[in-house]
T-cell receptor, first 114, second 119 residues
């Protein structure tokens, strides 16, 4: 079974704080993705990574950065959290960089920025 | 640009009713994949099905069935004899290739349909 885990299910942070969201997969997947989910908007891609130390911007990268120092771990960083970053954050991974690969998701982190 | 539309924001049915969730997509690509995911209250997206653009054969898996019609750019999902455990948000998604030089891809999601099955 594919296993994607996220470090926290719920987080409450204050405006201006630096926030780290961690994602780990244990299936030696090459590709990892970060999405945010908001009501009425579906899931939107923030950043993705096809390899260690490699990153690509998604559709809404502003206000976020990422880090991938090890293959199994992909971190999403909010440099200075703002209230409009209150959302559900979902991490996903795929085995290989092949076009048809299915993305498998973690349980999500609900972030509230006060 | 790629786009996925799920026009039904919320659907409420009574247990044992059949229900169809609509999905319409837009793409100029000739090769693409379509997905359905289920998101129960726990939050995790659960993969249900993947179809490629060249396979229009309908699929049935237990109480679930999918109707892919390329002519209308639709990929609808039907639950037969719905159960309370089917209550969830359902997402339709479109996978397209980023460019011809790489095998990278982009998954575009619809807005989701909240299905509530009442006992």
């Amino acid at each position: 079974d594919v296993k994607v885990t996220q470090s926290s299910r719920y987080l409450v942070k204050r405006t201006g704080e630096k926030v780290f969201l961690e994602c780990v997969q244990d299936m030696d997947h090459e590709n990892m993705f970060w999405y945010r989910q908001d009501p009425g908007l579906g899931l939107r891609l923030i950043y993705f990574s096809y390899d260690v130390k490699m990153k690509e911007k998604g559709d809404i990268p502003e206000g976020y950065s990422v880090s991938r120092e090890k293959k199994e771990r992909f971190s999403l960083i909010l440099e200075s959290a703002s209230t409009n970053q209150t959302s559900m954050y979902l991490c996903a991974s795929t085995l290989e960089t092949r076009f048809q690969e299915t993305q498998y998701f973690g349980p999500g982190t609900r972030l509230l920025v006060l | 640009a790629q786009k996925v539309t799920q026009a039904q924001t919320e659907i409420s049915v009574v247990e044992k009713e059949d229900v169809t969730l609509d999905c319409v997509y837009e793409t100029r690509d000739t090769t693409y994949y379509l997905f359905w995911y289920k998101q129960p209250p726990s939050g995790e997206l659960v993969f249900l099905i993947r179809r490629n653009s060249f396979d229009e054969q309908n699929e049935i898996s237990g109480r679930y069935s999918w109707n892919f019609q390329k002519s209308t750019s639709s990929f609808n999902f039907t639950i037969t004899a719905s159960q309370v455990v089917d209550s969830a948000v359902y997402f339709c998604a479109l996978l397209t290739q980023l460019n011809q030089e790489t095998s990278g891809s982009r998954l575009t999601f619809g807005e989701g349909t909240q299905l509530t099955v009442n006992p």
